[in-house]
């Protein structure tokens, strides 16, 4: 086990009905004029947007409303909300959406007081302060609603990129995880697998050192399975949902990745590369594809460990039969598996890899050079 720090710093409010306290939260930090940053207007057909804005009123709060962030949140789109939050003395941010609508909250919060937020992105600037974030999470996926992280989208340039610091935790974070009820099913999907591979992104550079992190990281991913499995069939289950959405906070807010000084994040790169290139892709479809492709290149530099994964997660003899379980899973949840599925072919697969080592080689267990991303993107084909 390696040494580690424990720290989340981000209030987590979770369960029915608990979107209403929010105006209390505010009220008691002294703010009293917000930006609420929504999607695409999911939050005025569920209940959210009204929950959310009559809590506020009632503690005469004064809200702007910036409506329109994409899924791959775009860097245009946050700048036009730095101009806002700075032409109107504008205090915090409120998220009400899913990772798009927090990753773009947290990339605006520390753009506020910043030459150029995609100098940020570009390691060319450091963030000075942060405004406070809160968030209203819509749809278990990102952990974004707990963590420090954002990835944002520069279209001109067609670069993905990551960025994190602890400034750009949230203050707190509400999840009533009956207002999931109403996500399309793609996007529940989309959710359990993004958070499936959070946990196997820490899991898979782990050992017998962290052994209880290890056996709690598989028990997660069982219970990610069970849950959707629920869901496929009850959308409206509410135990289940709950359960679904507290999975998916710990796959990505410290806990999955206890004893390990950072977690592997090759498919994940892998991934923002594909949506930077095709961002009609969805993050979840992207790793549906590309982590069982990243198994298969990998299973044979711990061949004992991986084994294991396929016996214990998938309930496999063999490192190939727990490939097979889990492709077939996400396949019987309707998600594409392979890059032929969207449309991506052979010919296509060099500028991916292209565009992923403009930011960096990723990966731990092995740190991929252009022929490994080549060799990951032609298994997944
Ligand atoms: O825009 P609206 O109308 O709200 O619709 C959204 C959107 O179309 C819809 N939706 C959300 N909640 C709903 C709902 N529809 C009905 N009922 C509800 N309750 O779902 C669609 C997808 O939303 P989005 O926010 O894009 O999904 P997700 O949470 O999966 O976020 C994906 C983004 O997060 C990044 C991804 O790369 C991607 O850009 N990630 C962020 C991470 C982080 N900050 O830690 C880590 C992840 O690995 C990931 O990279
Ligand atoms: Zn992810």
Redesign the pocket.
């Known amino acids: 086990m390696e040494n580690f720090v424990y720290a989340n710093p981000t209030k987590l409010v979770f369960g029915k009905n608990v979107i209403s306290q929010i105006g209390d939260e505010l009220k008691s930090a002294n703010i009293s004029k917000v930006l609420m940053l929504?999607?695409?207007?999911?939050?005025k057909k569920?209940g959210v947007y009204d929950e959310f804005t009559n809590s506020l009123k009632s503690r005469s709060i004064d809200i702007f409303e910036l409506w329109g962030?994409r899924?791959?949140?775009a860097l245009e789109h946050a700048e036009e909300a730095i101009d806002i939050i700075r032409k109107n003395g504008i205090q915090a941010i409120v998220a009400v959406?899913?990772?798009?609508?927090?990753?773009e909250a947290k990339a605006i919060s520390i753009g506020v007081d910043a030459e150029s937020l995609w100098a940020i992105y570009e390691r060319r600037e450091a963030p000075k302060s942060a405004l406070p974030i809160y968030t209203i999470l819509?749809?278990s996926?990102?952990?974004?609603e707990m963590?420090s992280?954002?990835?944002l989208t520069n279209y001109k340039e067609q670069k993905?990129w990551?960025y994190g610091c602890p400034l750009m935790y949230p203050k707190v974070s509400y999840i009533d995880p009956s207002?999931?009820y109403?996500?399309?099913w793609n996007?529940t999907v989309?959710?359990a697998i993004?958070a499936i591979s959070?946990i196997m992104e820490n899991y898979f550079v782990m050992g017998a050192a962290q052994e209880t992190v290890v056996s709690y990281n598989e028990s997660l991913m069982r219970s990610m399975v069970k849950h959707t499995n629920v869901l496929q069939k009850e959308p409206e289950n509410y135990d289940a949902r709950a359960n679904f959405a507290w999975i998916a906070t710990m796959a990505?807010n410290g806990y999955s990745g206890i004893g390990v000084n950072g977690g592997d994040w090759a498919t994940?790169m892998i991934e923002?590369g594909i949506?930077a290139l095709y961002p009609h892709v969805?993050?979840?479809e992207g790793l549906a594809i590309i982590f069982p492709a990243w198994i298969d290149y990998m299973k044979d530099s711990k061949p004992e460990f991986f084994t294991a994964w396929a016996k214990n997660v998938w309930n496999k003899d063999s490192v190939a039969d727990g490939i097979e379980a889990m492709r077939a899973q996400y396949k019987a949840w309707g998600s594409p598996t392979r890059l032929s599925d969207i449309n991506i072919k052979k010919e296509n697969l060099e500028a991916i890899a292209d565009n992923i080592l403009e930011l960096s080689r990723p990966g731990k267990l092995k740190s991929f050079d252009k022929a490994d991303i080549m060799n990951i993107l032609n298994l997944a084909l």
């Open positions: 929504a999607g695409g207007g999911s939050i569920n962030v899924p791959n949140p959406g899913g990772g798009s609508v927090i990753d819509t749809i996926a990102t952990g974004s963590n992280g954002a990835v993905k990551p207002k999931q109403s996500l399309p996007q989309n959710g993004d959070h990505l994940h923002h949506s969805a993050h979840g």
